[in-house]
């Protein structure tokens, strides 16, 4: 991290890729630093509108002109091209740069930090722990890499000394923070366009786990075998969050996984000596997040339809079993879009198990998130492939106007839709209950 940056003295900072749901989280912790707030994204959407509304100058166009002399900060996504336009023109006029997790350390770790952690659930477990810490009068800052369903934000104001964010491991960015409390919901093998294999992905986690210090808190499950590893020679002190689990806490989201969420945010609970009763109290009210199992409505139809964030093969299975727990006996028809070749090509059988948990799949194109190398995978083979070794229908079509029409034509009364996936998938949900 550039350390000669001095928050205080900045004021006005330009994001590109202000859009994305990250670091438009970040940007509205500026604003409510009341500094002057620019961005720009490839595309206006429902996020960007709010920034607009809120105070934030708002470019379409990412091109040069978009960095003035004035801006004293550029804080930019980590799928960002380094040949990017407005990068190059910041480091033209000597603007200081840096990536969405070297800003949130910039901003996080002055305080008491929390970290969320781990492969699977950083999300609805980070958002938990912010209702419960404010429920028990905690007041925390908060930036959460979703809306919440009770704030319609993904940016919470706080004034005390607590501060709660979501920790993403790739390219080791979770080592840009400093936390008090270290989460980690679990690690599994992921994100491997840029780690060698599991060991190399537990060597990040340890790393971040070992500067947690004596007097802080790792709340984890120790005896996962992909963790433990990670724990050893730690100087904090372990939680484990799975004497927290609780079959008879009364969650609003589907699933065993969500319970294992709860009792991550309880293990903070634990921590800090929060109230365990008020902390599941809170557990029960919460009321998700935007894109996490998240009910949209109904189709015209009688369909009921549901978006989730789902990517990974182990998120899609926990996700569509928690489902089937939730609605026994309904046709589930899942509409999903592969997120990145390389993951879709590193997890392709697995992708053809845990899809085929549906009566029927349906797929969009691949979404790139940011330059890949070229990969022969294809939603089509997906699709093929799903046929031939599950049975399951399915096919791939070539945009989302196209699946929508199919699943219009081809859902009613009864059905259950899915939509998943970490591109613009959840479009398809909001036309089919006609949101948009």
Known sequence: MKKDIDISTISRVHFIGIGGIGISGLARYF????????????????????????????????VAANITDDIDLVVYTEAMSQDHAELVAAREKGIPCINYFEALGLVANPYYLIAVAGTHGK???????????????????????????KTKSNFRAGKSKYCIVEA????????????????????????????????????????????????????????DSNVAPVLEGVRAQIVDYTKSVDPLLHLKMPGMHNLFNAAA???????????????????????????????????????????????????????????????????MVVAFQPHLHSRTEDFFDRFVETLAIADEVVLAPIFEARKEAKYSVSSEMLAETIVKKTGKNARAFASYEQIAEYLRGNTGMGDLIITMGAGAINTVAEVLVDKT
């Not at 209702?131 to 908060?142: I, Q, R, S």
């Open 168 to 223: 993403c491991e790739y390219r080791r960015d979770f080592l840009y923070l400093k936390p008090e409390i270290l989460v980690i919901t679990n690690i599994e093998e992921e994100h491997l366009d840029y780690y060698r294999d599991l060991v190399d992905i537990q060597d990040a986690f340890r790393t971040l786990a070992q500067s947690v210090p004596e007097s802080g808190f790792i709340v984890a499950n120790p005896n």
């Open 123 to 149: 999300t609805t477990t980070t958002a938990m722990a912010i209702d419960m810490l404010e429920t028990a009068g905690l007041d925390p800052t908060a930036v959460v890499g979703s809306l919440r369903a």
């Open 31 to 62: 604003l409510h630093e009341r500094k002057t707030v620019s961005g720009s994204d490839r595309a206006p959407s429902a996020i960007t509108d709010a920034l607009i509304r809120e105070g934030v100058s708002f470019h379409e166009a990412q």
């Open 265 to 331: 945010a309880l293990g903070v609970a634990t921590a800090l000596r929060v109230d365990e009763q008020v902390a599941k109290q809170a557990l029960e009210d919460f009321a998700g997040t935007w894109r996490r199992s998240e009910y949209l409505g109904e189709t015209s139809h009688g369909a009921i339809v549901y978006d989730d964030y789902g990517h990974h093969p182990t998120e899609i299975e926990a996700t569509l079993k928690g489902f089937r727990e939730k609605y026994p006996g309904r046709r």
